[in-house]
């Protein structure tokens, strides 16, 4: 089992800048992609941006790419999510999700990260 807790949201002014934690515990070694996913009101859940703990490859979503960067701090066993330059849009509930999968790809697909936190909220105003 792996345990993922994120931190971070919060409330900010379109143009601002947040970043969200994901902090994993347990059988971390299980695991080889850790992502971030989003969910607006009324709208499906949507991958954000992803990593992969070989390579460090990293995919975005194209309504973020050039705002967002996602990290990795293996020693801490942490991944961040930067977010600049916050649009009303971006607001949501970010969920960190892990798994395991052989090659990269994107969109995520939900069912291959079987691991998930509860959530952290971030809303941005205009």
């Known amino acids: 089992q792996v345990q993922l807790v994120e931190s971070g949201g919060g409330s900010v002014q379109a143009g601002g800048s947040l970043r969200l934690s994901c902090a994993a515990s347990?059988?971390?070694?299980?695991?080889?992609?850790m992502v971030w996913f989003r969910q607006a009101p009324g709208k499906e859940r949507e991958g954000v941006a992803a990593i992969y703990a070989g390579g460090g490859s990293t995919y975005y979503a194209d309504s973020v790419k050039g705002r967002f960067t996602i990290s990795q701090v293996n020693a801490k066993n942490t991944v961040y999510l930067q977010m600049n330059s916050l649009k009303p849009e971006d607001t949501a509930m970010y969920y960190c999700a892990a798994g395991f999968t052989y090659g990269g790809s994107w969109p995520p697909a939900e069912y291959e990260y079987p691991y998930w936190g509860q959530g952290t909220q971030v809303t941005v105003s205009s």
């Open positions: 347990g059988y971390t070694y299980s695991v080889n992609c």
